[in-house]
Structure formats: structure tokens, C-alpha cells
């Protein structure tokens, strides 16, 4: 029997790259800031998984990063939002709402 | 009691319990193995590299030196592992664009090199070290990826057109930023981190590390030991930039057609300049260009060698290019490196039978080549003598 945590595995997997443009939206955050805001949420990750992805949406033009100095150590790399970006996070927004509307009314027949 | 072995994350230095730093290594090529076809694999390497010292520099205080190989353990374990592309198995409709394994059996040599330029930022930057006036020809240089001199020649053939190059220079020299930290280098050159940088960074560890030790046998026993790391560091290094190079020169089916027409042309480029090397030694004639009467023959001769060598280096250094185009599987390599070699050889070969055969003066100039070197080499005595 496949408990919830793994049966939507892959659904969480999906919506990761949902939520990363709506963290990075509010303001330039570094990675370890990211970590920390989704621990103890059911998106909680690791260094492993997040690089890869930051660096494919990235790559598809949707953040840009800056490196600015720290208190203590090396300059650290800060993501923001590209235009697409937020023309993307608006438009899943949207669809987000959708499909919530679609469960709700659904399961009220 | 343990062994420590010191390593070099993000330009510091860490010392790691042998354990740690195999589990360590062990990590950090599973994970260039699972970014395999990534475009950005260098880059998110340097991030992955960058985030681990960043805990060890937490886990590390003012009086901890060495990381210990259950908390390396501890550290990797909150890494996770690498995860190739996360957006892909999510999301089908994405996968073209955001798989970039799937996409390269479709998309052009361009299209890759333009992912893989967009990967690593380069950006142009004045850089100061080396440099001879304000670093400008050493950032473009850095950014073309160029020997600097080169770019220095090219200025100063500007400068002569009305002074271009002066003006340009000027302009570039207050436009560009300098680059500063050692992100911004390593971005000036596109690189995550290049030769030059390696070995000052070696450098500096080894100094400062050497003022510690007021005892002349434990420094000598330090000596031994970072050189022999040093050694492994560098072996290191020039295995990942062998597979960097083999990576990014994407195959082209051209290459097929180019090289054998390269291997022609160095072919004839070496018969030309060991002809004109016996024709130089046996007649004091370059194809009937006679000599100015002050230049002794060996200086002609080293001349000769020089520009040969200027001609032949782009036509090396591409086909060598072209053989890393091949590079998937290994033995493929090989395979065309023997093929080309041997065709290269044949042309030489054919080429000197030729010369040889036609040529009465060349044959004879080949049946004196004895007693000319030993002439040569008296003239070099005389010379050197009346020096």
C-alpha cells in the first residue's frame, strides 16, 4: 500500500518548479534561503535536487542570478525573476486556480 | 589515529579525514556522472562544490581544522543526491526543451554550443593580473579564449591604421569593468575555474601553510606532501579538462570530410619545410631565394622551423579538435587518431619519395646532410666563440 507522501511524489515534483518562481518572486534569495522556507513544508529539498532545477529554468530563461558579497565568506549567488519568469508564475497562477476549482466542484456532485 | 587530506572547495582550503574525502569524491562523481549531457554540468558542479564548503566552513570553528568523515557523511546525506533534470519526468510537454540529453540528438552544433555558451556566463572584464597596461587585451583574450598576446598584436596592428586601436582601447579600457572577485574571473573566462587559477591558488595555500612551520623536518615533510598532492590536484584537473574539451567540441559530420583534407595540408606543410630545410642546407638557398650575405645558415634554418611551426599550429590544433569531435566512445578516438596518423604519415612519406625522385638537388642535398651538420655545427662553434 503506497502512502500519500509517495503516491504524490511525482505530483510534488511537478509543482516545485511552480514554487520556486513564487519564492524567488517576493524577493532575490539565495539557496539556502530557499531551502529553509519549504523545510518543514511537504516540498522540503535538498542542494542535490534544487541546482539542477534552478539552473534548467535558468536555462529556459526564467531567473538570472547575481553574486553578491556576504557577511562572512565567498559571494553567494542571489536568483531572481526574469520577465518570463513572472509572465509564467502569472500564468500558472492562473491555471492553479483553475484546477482547484475543478477539484472543488467536482467532489461536491 | 587518521590520515588528513587537504582539498581545495571554492578557493579554500579544508582538511578532511581520508574517509570523509573518499565519500566526498565519491559524491562528486556520481554526481558529473548523473549530470552527464547537462549543459550547465560544470556549473551546477561549482555550485554543489560551493555549497558543501559552505557547510564545512559552519561545521569548522576557529579552533577545528579538520572535518571529520561522519560529519562529511552528515553533510552529503543534507546535499541529497543529484538529480538530473527534475522538470522532465513532471512534465512531458517540457521535456524538449528542458532534457537536454533528449535534445541534443535533434538540435544543431550550434544550438548546443549556444546552451552550453548560455550555462556558464562569460563575461568580458578587464583583468588585471598579467596584464600590461589596464588588462583589456587580457579580458578579451580570457573571453575569446585566446593566447593574449595575440590580442595585444592585433591592437597594436589597429593602432597603425590611423590609431583605431589607440582609440579603442581607450574606450574599452574605461567601459569594461574590472573583474574583482574570483566569481567574476572565472566568469571573465567563462571557465569555472582555469589553469592560471589552479596554480595560484596552489600557491598561496603553500605559502601561508609554510609560515606555520617553524621546524625545518616537518616543513620538508609538509613539502613532500603538498607537492605530492599538488601532483594529484593537477592530474586531477587536466583529466576534468580533458573530458571539458572532449565534451564541448560537438561532433559535426564535416569533421569527417575536414580531417583527412587537414592531415593534407600539415602533410604538405612538413614536406615544404623539410624541403626547404635541405635546399637551405645544401644550396644556402631557400627555393632560390638566396640568403642575405650576414645570415648564417642556422639561423635561417631556425627561422624556417618557426614559421613552419606558426603555419602548422592552427592546422594541429584543429585537427585535433576534430578528433575530440569523435569523442563519445572512447575507442573511436583512438580509431581515428590511428587512421589520421597513418594518412598524415603516408602523405609525408609520398610527398618526400616525390620530392626526392624529381628533385636532383634535394637527393643530393639528402646524401650530404652528414657533412652538413657536422658543418653546422662547427659554424655554431665559430660563432659562439667569436662571441
Not at chain 2, 27 to 54: H, K, V
Not at chain 2, 136 to 159: E, H, K, Q, S, W
Request: positive net charge; hydrophobic residues 45%; glycine residues 8%.
Amino acid at each position: 500500500m503506497m502512502s500519500v507522501n509517495e503516491k504524490f511524489s511525482a505530483i510534488r515534483k511537478g509543482l516545485l518548479e511552480f514554487l520556486l518562481l513564487q519564492i524567488i518572486a517576493t524577493e532575490k534569495v539565495y539557496v539556502a534561503d530557499i531551502l529553509k522556507q519549504l523545510s518543514g513544508t511537504e516540498f522540503a529539498t535538498q542542494e542535490g535536487t534544487l541546482y539542477p532545477l534552478l539552473s534548467k529554468m535558468r536555462r529556459e530563461g526564467l531567473l538570472d542570478y547575481e553574486w553578491k558579497e556576504s557577511e562572512a565568506g565567498p559571494p553567494r549567488k542571489y536568483y531572481e525573476l526574469t520577465v518570463k519568469g513572472r509572465e509564467q508564475l502569472r500564468e500558472t497562477l492562473e491555471y492553479w486556480g483553475k484546477i482547484n476549482g475543478t477539484v472543488k466542484k467536482l467532489g461536491q456532485k | 589515529m587518521n590520515k588528513v587530506i587537504t582539498i581545495n572547495l571554492d578557493g579554500i582550503a579544508y582538511q578532511l579525514e581520508e574517509g570523509g574525502y573518499d565519500a566526498l569524491r565519491a559524491y562528486l562523481e556520481t554526481a558529473t556522472a548523473r549530470l552527464q549531457g547537462n549543459p550547465d554540468r560544470d556549473e551546477i558542479l561549482s555550485d554543489i562544490e560551493r555549497a558543501i564548503a559552505e557547510k564545512f566552513r559552519a561545521l569548522l570553528g576557529s579552533h577545528k581544522t579538520v572535518v571529520v568523515a561522519k560529519q562529511v557523511a552528515a553533510v552529503l546525506a543534507e546535499m541529497g543526491s543529484i538529480e538530473a533534470d527534475s522538470g522532465e519526468a513532471a512534465d512531458p510537454c517540457a521535456s524538449g526543451t528542458g532534457a537536454p540529453s533528449s535534445a541534443s540528438g535533434h538540435g544543431t552544433a550550434g544550438e548546443e554550443r549556444a546552451a552550453w555558451r548560455g550555462g556558464t556566463p562569460r563575461r568580458l572584464y578587464r583583468i588585471h593580473e598579467g596584464a600590461m597596461i589596464a588588462g583589456v587585451c587580457n579580458g578579451i583574450a580570457a573571453y575569446v579564449n585566446v593566447d593574449p598576446t595575440l590580442v595585444r598584436l592585433a591592437f597594436v596592428l589597429l593602432t597603425m591604421l590611423w590609431g583605431t586601436g589607440l582609440v579603442f582601447y581607450l574606450v574599452m579600457a574605461i567601459m569594461l569593468p574590472e573583474a574583482r572577485s574570483p566569481e567574476e574571473k572565472s566568469a571573465a573566462s567563462g571557465a569555472p575555474s582555469t589553469a592560471q587559477e589552479f596554480i595560484r591558488r596552489a600557491k598561496e595555500g603553500y605559502y601561508e601553510a609554510m609560515k606555520g612551520f617553524p621546524d625545518r623536518k616537518a616543513r620538508r615533510e609538509w613539502k613532500r606532501r603538498f607537492k605530492r598532492e599538488m601532483r594529484a590536484n593537477a592530474d586531477q584537473w587536466r583529466h576534468n579538462w580533458h573530458s571539458y574539451c572532449a565534451e564541448h567540441a560537438p561532433f559535426h559530420p564535416g569533421m569527417g570530410f575536414a580531417l583527412p583534407l587537414l592531415s593534407l595540408l600539415h602533410g604538405a606543410a612538413t614536406v615544404l619545410w623539410i624541403c626547404a630545410l635541405i635546399s637551405l642546407l645544401a644550396t644556402g638557398t631557400v627555393f632560390g631565394l638566396a640568403l642575405p650575405a650576414n645570415v648564417p645558415a642556422w639561423v635561417a634554418a631556425l627561422l624556417l622551423f618557426i614559421v613552419y611551426c606558426i603555419l602548422a599550429a592552427p592546422l594541429k590544433a584543429t585537427r585535433r579538435a576534430c578528433y575530440r569531435g569523435f569523442g563519445k566512445p572512447r575507442w573511436a578516438w583512438s580509431f581515428v587518431f590511428i587512421l589520421d596518423a597513418a594518412v598524415w604519415l603516408a602523405v609525408v612519406a609520398a610527398l618526400l619519395w616525390l620530392a626526392v625522385h624529381y628533385f636532383p638537388e634535394l637527393r643530393e642535398g639528402v646524401q650530404g646532410i652528414p657533412s652538413l651538420a657536422h658543418q653546422a655545427a662547427d659554424d655554431i662553434r665559430v660563432w659562439w666563440k667569436g662571441k
